[in-house]
């Protein structure tokens, strides 16, 4: 049963640490998506790739954030550093063009809070 | 430019009522795709159903329908026989011709007994 799996599933840090969110996207998908999640904006699209490569971060405030894909099964989302209104739920979502019209399968998602 | 919206932040249906969940897109692409995924309150995101752009019949899926109307651009989501474990938050999301995704506010659905 082919998954997208999230480490860690939670995360409390304080205020300036450096957090760090790691994606295994599902075998064989070459777009991978990272996105937010807050009761207030909703799902906000952070940053997204095609074949490892970055294709909009537009979402992602620069400042802090950066998203890598070292190699196709593994994905990072990190924040330097981290503040109390980074506190959101992180989704990673792979999927494979064209494979029933781009449908994006989500992994169980990243709850961070940051005290 | 808002592309998806959903204008029921919340919804109630009786249980064995069939509910509908409204969205709205905006695009000007040809070729786009449409879905509906459920998040219940364990949080996950879960997949449910796919519209094509150029599909001429609606998609079903089970007890879930897509009811699309290309020249209004919706995509309303219709549940049958709603189940208990229907409840959830319900978003609607487009895919454009560059694979992004564009996710609407969610509509919050209680299924009641």
């Known amino acids: 049963d082919a998954r997208v799996t999230q480490t860690p599933r939670h995360k409390v840090t304080e205020m300036g640490q450096e957090v760090t969110m790691r994606c295994q996207p599902i075998l064989g998908h070459n777009t991978v998506f990272w996105y937010r999640q807050t009761m207030m904006q909703g799902l906000e699209l952070l940053a997204y790739?095609?074949?490892?490569?970055?294709?909009?971060d537009s979402g992602m405030p620069k400042d802090r954030f950066s998203a890598e894909m070292p190699d196709a099964t593994l994905a990072t989302l990190k924040i330097q550093p981290s503040e109390p209104r980074d506190s959101a739920v992180y989704f990673c979502?792979?999927?494979?063009?064209?494979?029933?019209?781009?449908?994006?399968?989500f992994g169980p998602g990243t709850r961070l809070t940051v005290l | 430019a808002q592309k998806i919206t959903q204008t029921q932040p919340g919804m109630f249906v009786q249980e064995k009522e069939a509910v509908t969940l409204d969205c709205t897109y905006d695009?000007?692409?040809?070729?786009?795709?449409l879905f509906w995924y459920k998040q219940p309150s364990s949080g996950e995101m879960i997949f449910l159903i796919y519209q094509g752009s150029y599909d001429q019949q609606n998609a079903t899926e089970g007890r879930y329908s897509l009811n699309f109307q290309k020249a209004r651009k919706s995509a309303n989501l219709v549940i049958s026989a709603s189940q208990l474990g229907d409840s959830a938050m319900y978003f609607c999301a487009m895919s454009d011709n560059f694979n992004k995704f564009y996710f609407g506010s969610g509509t919050k659905l209680n299924v009641k007994p």
């Open positions: 979502a792979s999927g494979l063009p064209m494979d029933r019209g781009n449908e994006q399968f």
């Open positions: 695009t000007s692409d040809p070729s786009y795709g």
């Open positions: 790739f095609r074949n490892r490569a970055p294709l909009d």
